[in-house]
């Protein structure tokens, strides 16, 4: 407790990005108004584990004891941390499970203390925890069948690759945090130090390439989950990212993220949304 009070409270290490700095919509005007608070009580709750864990003032030690604090509110154990309080009373109004919550704050704990990953197991282990409890809370908000998991589960942890290999740089520069699998590394003769470079060089490109190549795998068994959903809107909103995941994914194959742009800007995304929208046959669902 007392690395805690060293650096006070979870929301002191703020980093100040919200929903609009993220790389995929987060409850965008296409989840239904009726779900839209309820989701994002689960978005702050994340951020606010996500700051805890980047963090690059506060120590492991006190990294761990703010995502405790967090852990003991979500589970009624305390009412020490304001954005679990909040999530737990959301999760109780509506019957939800906690425990997506929890598995998301073994996924920071992990943040805090695995700085590298040796194989794609080791990192879809890590997706497991850190992206398709997003996933699935959106889908127990909703009410969906929980047969759309393992398309979620997909589309999710593809997403995570996604963010990790654009972000891969400066991950390892200010964060010492590399997902890039060792064994690829090794394979083509690198290490980490290779992240460091203001341009990749042809072996790292061909690593970035290769696991964009097996996240559009990830795409492949996700591209069902839009016509999986019964509600409408969020269909729709599935579809969208589906549709970005599909266009990042081949940025990647073909840009450097040390020295490219592969972020979409905020006019092609528009434009890849709505093509996607498009592309949905029409049903009377529900919202």
Known sequence: MSAVLEHGSAAEL???????????PVASFLIAPKHRATVFAFYRFARVADDVADSETASPEGKLAHLEIMRATLAGESDANPEALELRRVQDEHGL?????????????????????????DLMDYCRYSAAPVGRFV????????????????LCAALQVINHLQDCGKDYRTLNRVYLPD????????????????????????????????????LSQSRPFAGMIKATRLRME???IQRLGEDLTRRLIVRDPLSERVHHTKAEAAALALSAMAMLPFRRRRA
Do not use: C
């Open 183 to 218: 064994d690829q590394l090794r394979a083509a003769g690198l290490t980490v130090e290779a992240l460091d470079a203001p341009k990749a060089s042809p072996a790292l490109k061909g690593v970035i390439a290769d696991l964009a190549r097996r996240t559009d795998v990830l």
């Open 14 to 24: 703020a980093s100040g990005k919200g929903q609009n700095d993220e790389n995929f």
């Open 238 to 240: 599935v579809a969208v």
């Open 139 to 154: 889908l127990d908000v909703h009410g969906e069948s929980r047969a759309s998991w393992p398309a979620n589960d997909a």
């Open 97 to 121: 499970t906690p425990q997506h919550g929890l598995d998301l704050l073994e996924a920071f704990r992990r943040d805090v203390t695995k700085l590298r990953y040796d194989d794609w197991a």
